[in-house]
T-cell receptor, first 120, second 117 residues
Framework: AQKVTQAQTEISVVEKEDVTLDCVYETRDTTYYLFWYKQPPSGELVFLIRRNSFDEQNEISGRYSWNFQKSTSSFNFTITASQVVDSAVYFCALSEPARDYGGATNKLIFGTGTLLAVQP | DTAVSQTPKYLVTQMGNDKSIKCEQNLGHDTMYWYKQDSKKFLKIMFSYNNKELIINETVPNRFSPKSPDKAHLNLHINSLELGDSAVYFC????????????????FGSGTQLSVL
């Protein structure tokens, strides 16, 4: 079973539209972290946000906002008034104790990514 | 100054060759990683090292051998390259020990695109 599911493979919007990228995760642990990373066409991975499992407050950073709902195991990402520069692949990721290493270390598990294309 | 730098950015080589990708971080982090991103953009961890010690080794063929001469460097050597090794390889580092979830934000290098012909 996939640990981090990003069901939207590709989304295309027109500039200034709002867009929400979905992320659903699966874990047996009570302590874990969730992340969003951005990969623009240039290829590098850019950290956007980290949220721990005990903090369900929504977060806003400029045009970006994140909605963490433990009850539905979701950590969705909304871009308000999208811009062409937002075009990228966005990855949701889960960091949890790695049971296959006896929980002695953590693993960051990525979703398959959502390609967002913002048209001018 | 680039925080996590990896070289080369592009690597084109023939099947059967041996090649290395170098990675250095100047952030003073204790933990370093190698991730592989396939043609479908799927990112998967390959290895992690904490203070030069191998922590995670994820079912990677033993043709792949990471080497950490010190905690600021984690190089990836690949023997007998195969077509299926073509991918983008990302190095990363984190300030944590790899054991403490509270400090596990990863800083990624810009990637090395490996093409095996």
């Amino acid at each position: 079973a996939q640990k981090v599911t990003q069901a939207q493979t590709e989304i295309s919007v027109v500039e200034k539209e709002d867009v929400t990228l979905d992320c659903v995760y699966e874990t047996r642990d009570t302590t874990y972290y969730l992340f969003w990373y951005k990969q623009p066409p240039s290829g590098e991975l850019v950290f956007l946000i980290r949220r721990n499992s005990f903090d369900e407050q929504n977060e806003i950073s400029g045009r970006y906002s994140w909605n963490f709902q433990k009850s539905t195991s979701s950590f969705n990402f909304t871009i308000t008034a999208s811009q062409v520069v937002d075009s990228a692949v966005y990855f949701c990721a889960l960091s949890e104790p790695a049971r296959d290493y006896g929980g002695a270390t953590n693993k960051l598990i990525f979703g398959t990514g959502t390609l967002l294309a913002v048209q001018p | 100054d680039t925080a996590v730098s990896q070289t080369p950015k592009y690597l084109v080589t023939q099947m059967g060759n041996d090649k290395s990708i170098k990675c250095e971080q100047n952030l003073g982090h204790d933990t370093m990683y190698w991730y592989k991103q396939d043609s479908k953009k799927f990112l998967k961890i390959m290895f992690s090292y904490n203070n030069k010690e191998l922590i995670i080794n994820e079912t990677v063929p033993n043709r792949f051998s990471p080497k950490s001469p010190d905690k600021a460097h984690l190089n990836l050597h690949i023997n007998s390259l195969e077509l299926g090794d073509s991918a983008v390889y990302f190095c990363a580092s984190s300030p944590g020990t790899g054991l403490d979830l509270t400090n596990e934000k990863l800083f990624f290098g810009s990637g090395t695109q490996l093409s095996v012909l």
